[in-house]
């Protein structure tokens, strides 16, 4: 079974179920169904080639959802746009990945380089050029069989590279349908789930898609994704999942203070995901929400759930400040800079190995080889397993920021910043921070004799990097301090910007 036909089985069980609710339509299985077909039968007209890409650039909506499975349905590959990211960072995504396919919102097509895009597909509309206007002309015809096999790539996420070499993981087959296993597995999912997508399908809120439809579930897409719409939707629309990166939540929960005591009938697992939540925030949200918080832990190179914790058990005291264990299709180790597996409570690199691994970076072998070793994808995370087989996260060997949920390499922000004529060098690193979970720093050395504001420098990285991955806030100084090498010491910097704040 491919991944898609997990959706295909429930479609023909359930066909007058609910499969997707918005606040413009109600859609039932069968009709998805349908919809799917026809579309994934016009991307095999437009482009008969098979394992093609077909990029898709939009808020979360009833066509992003059939457009997402089509593209699986189709035997293409999906390589998500997310609308968040700059155009310039859009631009060199669909430069690598030459799409031959592109459906946009209409929104989300100023600044990008559209014009060597074979067929650009509107998300709205009627028009020959639309999703409507395909599935019309397309209506009653079904994909022709894949025969890719399991080894095939399924999708191409990015992460990190935002100065002109992205690394495209290449997510296969195989991956995909351990991940749908894991989460069935995990979250007990059944025909009474309702999951809310409040996060962006292009992000970690892909991986739910499958496994809700899979087991007959309902997914609920709320009228905006402001913290008050999300807050209601989790109160009045029988929501029972909702995958959200802490910052989400934080703001959630902002929006019902003062209100009184809040009451969320069916929530069952509300899944914080891409970066760390520290325990005195997870025990507010377990107060807030109730006892239904819970977690995972994984990578785009290792989609999602390595492991999991539920909500019965991070409530406990002695598992605050884990992420779970072993997932039903993971296998995951820590290991030495030797190459040696550590026995129980060592600190050392998480890694891992499975289905659940990439097929490797997208034109970027050596990049590959560097990862997996063996067989093992080599994370960059470090951590340590208990005696239970509960994994503990402690640092990161890689330098890479989380905020927000989304991955921020210093390396690609300091190039950006470096490109301003006035800035002489330029060091980025994370700062934790309640709303963010970590806020992207820089430091600064202007060039001898020059001027320029951080308001200024700030806005000059949001035009190239979009506004997740600009700093938030920058620090200047006449000379960064550098180790005898002339190496610029993050960490000394880091520390003075921790007590600077500390102190007020």
């Given at each position: 079974?491919?991944?898609?036909?997990?959706?295909?089985?429930?479609?023909?069980?359930?066909?007058?179920?609910?499969?997707?609710?918005?606040?413009?339509?109600?859609?039932?299985?069968?009709?998805?169904?349908?919809?799917?077909?026809?579309?994934?039968?016009?991307?095999?007209?437009?482009?008969?080639?098979?394992?093609?890409?077909?990029?898709?650039?939009?808020?979360?909506?009833?066509?992003?959802?059939?457009?997402?499975?089509?593209?699986?349905?189709?035997?293409?590959?999906?390589?998500?746009?997310?609308?968040?990211?700059?155009?310039?960072?859009?631009?060199?995504?669909?430069d690598v990945t030459t799409p031959s396919i592109v459906v946009i919102d209409d929104k989300y097509r100023d600044g990008l380089r559209l014009e060597s895009i074979s067929h650009v597909v509107a998300t709205k509309g009627d028009g020959d050029d639309s999703l409507a206007g395909l599935t019309a002309r397309?209506?009653?015809?079904?994909?022709?069989?894949?025969?890719?096999?399991?080894?095939?790539?399924?999708?191409?996420?990015?992460?990190?590279?935002?100065?002109?070499?992205?690394?495209?993981?290449?997510?296969?087959?195989?991956?995909?349908?351990?991940?749908?296993?894991?989460?069935?597995?995990?979250?007990?999912?059944?025909?009474?789930?309702?999951?809310?997508?409040?996060?962006?399908?292009?992000?970690?809120?892909?991986?739910?898609?499958?496994?809700?439809?899979?087991?007959?579930?309902?997914?609920?897409?709320?009228?905006?994704?402001?913290?008050?719409?999300?807050?209601?939707?989790?109160?009045?629309?029988?929501?029972?999942?909702?995958?959200?990166?802490?910052?989400?939540?934080?703001m959630v929960m902002a929006a019902g203070e003062g209100a009184g005591r809040m009451s969320f009938p069916s929530l069952r697992h509300l899944v914080y995901g891409g970066a760390p939540m520290p325990p005195e925030k997870i025990r507010a949200a377990q107060r807030f929400f109730g006892p239904v918080l819970a977690t995972t832990y994984g990578q785009t190179e290792a989609p999602q759930i390595v492991t999991f914790i539920s909500a019965e058990e991070l409530a406990r005291d002695e598992n605050v400040g884990s992420v779970g264990r072993m997932a039903l299709v993971a296998d995951m180790?820590?290991?030495?800079?030797?190459?040696?597996?550590?026995?129980?409570?060592?600190?050392?690199?998480?890694?891992?190995?499975?289905?659940?691994?990439?097929?490797?970076?997208?034109?970027?072998?050596?990049?590959?080889?560097?990862?997996?070793?063996?067989?093992?994808?080599?994370?960059?995370?470090?951590?340590?397993?208990?005696?239970?087989?509960?994994?503990?996260?402690?640092?990161?060997?890689?330098?890479?920021?989380?905020?927000?949920?989304?991955?921020?390499?210093?390396?690609?922000?300091?190039?950006?910043?470096?490109?301003?004529?006035?800035?002489?060098?330029?060091?980025?690193?994370?700062?934790?921070?309640?709303?963010?979970?970590?806020?992207?720093?820089?430091?600064?050395?202007?060039?001898?004799?020059?001027?320029?504001?951080?308001?200024?420098?700030?806005?000059?990285?949001?035009?190239?990097?979009?506004?997740?991955?600009?700093?938030?806030?920058?620090?200047?100084?006449?000379?960064?301090?550098?180790?005898?090498?002339?190496?610029?010491?993050?960490?000394?910097?880091?520390?003075?910007?921790?007590?600077?704040?500390?102190?007020?």
């Amino acid at each position: 079974m491919y991944p898609i036909d997990f959706f295909y089985r429930s479609a023909r069980l359930r066909p007058q179920a609910i499969a997707i609710i918005s606040s413009s339509e109600q859609v039932h299985y069968g009709a998805l169904m349908e919809r799917v077909n026809a579309l994934a039968a016009a991307f095999q007209t437009l482009d008969p080639a098979a394992q093609s890409r077909v990029g898709i650039c939009a808020s979360n909506s009833v066509e992003h959802i059939v457009a997402l499975l089509a593209v699986l349905a189709s035997g293409k590959i999906w390589v998500p746009l997310n609308p968040r990211n700059s155009t310039a960072e859009l631009n060199r995504t669909l430069d690598v990945t030459t799409p031959s396919i592109v459906v946009i919102d209409d929104k989300y097509r100023d600044g990008l380089r559209l014009e060597s895009i074979s067929h650009v597909v509107a998300t709205k509309g009627d028009g020959d050029d639309s999703l409507a206007g395909l599935t019309a002309r397309h209506a009653g015809r079904i994909p022709a069989p894949n025969a890719a096999g399991m080894e095939a790539v399924q999708a191409i996420k990015f992460t990190g590279g935002s100065t002109g070499m992205p690394k495209g993981v290449m997510q296969p087959y195989r991956a995909w349908k351990a991940t749908l296993v894991n989460q069935i597995h995990a979250y007990r999912f059944n025909e009474h789930d309702r999951y809310l997508l409040a996060s962006p399908i292009t992000h970690g809120a892909s991986t739910y898609i499958l496994p809700i439809l899979a087991q007959g579930g309902c997914h609920v897409i709320p009228e905006d994704t402001s913290p008050q719409a999300v807050l209601r939707s989790l109160r009045e629309d029988g929501i029972t999942t909702s995958f959200m990166p802490p910052t989400l939540i934080y703001m959630v929960m902002a929006a019902g203070e003062g209100a009184g005591r809040m009451s969320f009938p069916s929530l069952r697992h509300l899944v914080y995901g891409g970066a760390p939540m520290p325990p005195e925030k997870i025990r507010a949200a377990q107060r807030f929400f109730g006892p239904v918080l819970a977690t995972t832990y994984g990578q785009t190179e290792a989609p999602q759930i390595v492991t999991f914790i539920s909500a019965e058990e991070l409530a406990r005291d002695e598992n605050v400040g884990s992420v779970g264990r072993m997932a039903l299709v993971a296998d995951m180790a820590i290991m030495d800079p030797e190459g040696r597996l550590l026995p129980n409570d060592e600190v050392g690199e998480i890694v891992v190995r499975g289905d659940l691994v990439m097929a490797g970076y997208w034109n970027l072998p050596d990049k590959t080889s560097e990862t997996i070793v063996d067989g093992w994808l080599h994370t960059g995370d470090r951590g340590f397993l208990d005696a239970r087989g509960y994994l503990y996260l402690r640092d990161r060997l890689r330098e890479v920021i989380i905020t927000g949920g989304f991955n921020v390499y210093p390396i690609d922000v300091e190039d950006v910043l470096a490109r301003h004529p006035a800035v002489h060098e330029a060091a980025v690193f994370g700062v934790d921070d309640d709303k963010w979970g970590e806020a992207v720093h820089a430091a600064v050395q202007l060039k001898p004799g020059c001027q320029v504001g951080a308001d200024e420098l700030i806005a000059f990285a949001k035009q190239e990097l979009g506004s997740v991955k600009a700093p938030k806030q920058i620090h200047f100084y006449e000379s960064l301090p550098r180790s005898p090498v002339g190496k610029v010491q993050k960490d000394a910097v880091k520390c003075a910007v921790r007590t600077q704040a500390a102190s007020h």
